[in-house]
């Protein structure tokens, strides 16, 4: 059976993404994200034919993203030829995940623009750096997560009562200021803390606006 020959525009479209917590935050709003791609077009001759958004949406699955599913559909269809984002956190929160639409755009022959990362898979080496740069992140990730979980262990292994403390442990707090220190969205930081069962002083589940009350605090010291 032939393969079905796509003539592809030379279009860009562009993809922004925002959770409810995250639209008050200066920085990553939807209206910041789409100044930048609309510059990062501009600058590179790219016709920028719609900049599509999900507004108040996990990052977590890809289908349950119409914004971020009707892109790849236009890409499929040939509608554009490059897709645009401002942080590579707006397009996928795993690396399997983006090695996914990596290996779909390769296939599909359309390209993936990360403005943060100055990675441009319309180049030879843009799907290369692109992988290692979320692989580093994902590491990155993983890291601080076990550094907290060796920690409390020592802490419980002294007898110290990790269930219900009054105030929060150091490690836990130096972690949630790194992880946003490296661009991880208060969602995500949350998001991570719970699945890790790692309690809030109150004995709570963690909530982006906790985490953000954190981050505002002085730096601990490591």
């Known amino acids: ?36 791609i609309e510059a990062e077009a501009a600058s590179r001759g790219w016709n920028l034919s719609e900049v599509i ?4 949406l996990s990052g977590k699955q890809v289908q349950n993203r119409p914004g971020l599913v ?19 956190d707006r397009l996928a929160r795993s ?17 993936i623009f990360i403005s943060d990362l100055a990675i441009d898979m319309t180049t030879p080496t843009g799907g290369l750096m692109a992988n290692i740069s979320a692989s580093v ?28 403390p009054r105030q929060l442990a150091p490690e836990v707090a130096q972690r949630i200021q790194a992880e946003r220190q490296a661009g991880r969205t208060l969602q995500a930081i949350a998001n991570g ?23 505002l605090q002085e730096p601990v010291a490591a």
């Open 193 to 215: 803390l719970n699945d890790e069962s790692i309690m809030t002083p109150s004995g709570k589940n963690w909530s982006p606006a906790l985490v953000r009350k954190i981050t």
């Open 70 to 88: 009707r892109c790849l559909q236009m890409l499929e269809a040939g509608e554009a030829s490059v897709l645009i984002v401002h942080k590579l």
């Open 1 to 36: 059976m032939a393969k079905r020959v796509i003539q592809r525009s030379e279009a860009a479209i562009g993809y922004v993404r925002v959770s409810t917590d995250e639209q008050a935050e200066s920085g990553l709003g939807l209206a910041k994200q789409r100044s930048v």
């Open 53 to 56: 958004a999900d507004e108040g």
């Open 137 to 164: 992140a994902e590491w990155e990730r993983k890291i601080i997560s076990q550094r907290t979980k060796d920690a409390l262990a020592v802490k419980k292994a002294q007898g110290v009562k990790l269930g219900k």
């Open 95 to 111: 690396v399997g995940d983006f090695a996914g639409l990596v290996r779909l755009a390769e296939k599909q022959g359309w390209a």
